[in-house]
């Protein structure tokens, strides 16, 4: 991920009080990640109040901003992706055969 992503990732993980891990598992160690809401803090992009973090106006300008260079419209503005859940495409001649399910068994 670049830095323009992990840094949307941020935004977006802030602007809806999200979890944490998620960024963890993105490539942020908590140095980083630590590091980083102070860093947009001191810019005045993210405050805290009551022990949660929120995006100020120049935070959602920022966010708009960074969606619009990434190319990221509609939906696709307000989620992460999850590059870890992608999959590789299939060929064409390759036939794909789900698991069977037995129906009377619980797992």
């Known amino acids: ?3 323009d992503e992990m840094l949307l990732l941020l935004l977006q993980t802030v602007r ?3 979890n944490t891990m998620m960024l963890l598992n993105h490539g942020y160690t908590l140095l980083t990640l630590s590091t980083a809401i102070d860093k947009l803090k001191k810019e005045g ?3 805290s109040i009551n022990d949660k973090l929120l995006l ?3 935070g959602e300008s920022l966010f708009e901003q960074k969606n619009h260079e ?3 419209k509609g939906f696709y503005k307000y989620i992460g992706q999850m590059t870890d859940m992608k999959l590789e495409p299939m060929p064409m001649s390759q036939i794909y055969v ?4 037995d129906k009377g068994k619980k797992k």
């Open 98 to 101: 789900p698991p069977k399910r």
């Open 45 to 47: 992009l993210i405050r």
């Open 16 to 18: 809806v009080n999200g």
């Open 70 to 72: 990434l190319g990221r």
């Open 56 to 58: 100020t106006k120049e």
């Open 1 to 3: 991920m670049s830095d």
